[in-house]
């Protein structure tokens, strides 16, 4: 059974920092792109950051030079680093994969459009207070 398990969330003041974590398990797929999304109160899922199958990575304009994502082969593991925490960063924050290689794309008004996956975490909540 493939999953996929979100910690690392929180609360933390404007300015702080958080890692989330993203366990992978039972995923087959020889490639894959993986991603964090997040939606906040009352707002649509939006794209944060996609990590392609060949490690290259794209974020959305608003978390660009603050967020990082990566993962760890030998532990299966994806993770966000979030610098420079904004009280709009606030949201649920959900880690997804898609088999093969591209799962993101850039939108010129600096949104990132995330597609194909077919895994989900149950998402973790990420708090900043001003």
């Known amino acids: 059974q493939v999953q996929l398990t979100e910690s690392g969330g929180g609360s933390v003041q404007a300015g702080g920092s958080l890692r989330l974590s993203c366990a992978a398990s039972?995923?087959?797929?020889?490639?894959?792109?993986m991603a964090w999304l997040r939606q906040a109160p009352g707002k649509a899922r939006e794209g944060v950051a996609v990590l392609y199958s060949d490690d290259t990575t794209t974020y959305a304009d608003s978390v660009s030079g603050r967020f990082t994502i990566s993962r760890v082969s030998a532990n299966n593991t994806l993770y966000l680093q979030m610098n420079t925490l904004k009280p709009e960063d606030t949201a649920m924050y959900y880690c997804?994969?898609?088999?093969?290689?591209?799962?993101?794309?850039?939108?010129?008004?600096?949104?990132?459009?995330?597609?194909?996956?077919?895994?989900w975490g149950k998402g973790i909540l990420v708090t900043i207070s001003s």
């Open positions: 039972g995923y087959t797929e020889e490639k894959f792109c």
């Open positions: 997804a994969a898609a088999p093969g290689a591209y799962c993101g794309t850039s939108n010129p008004g600096g949104t990132l459009r995330i597609h194909g996956m077919n895994v």
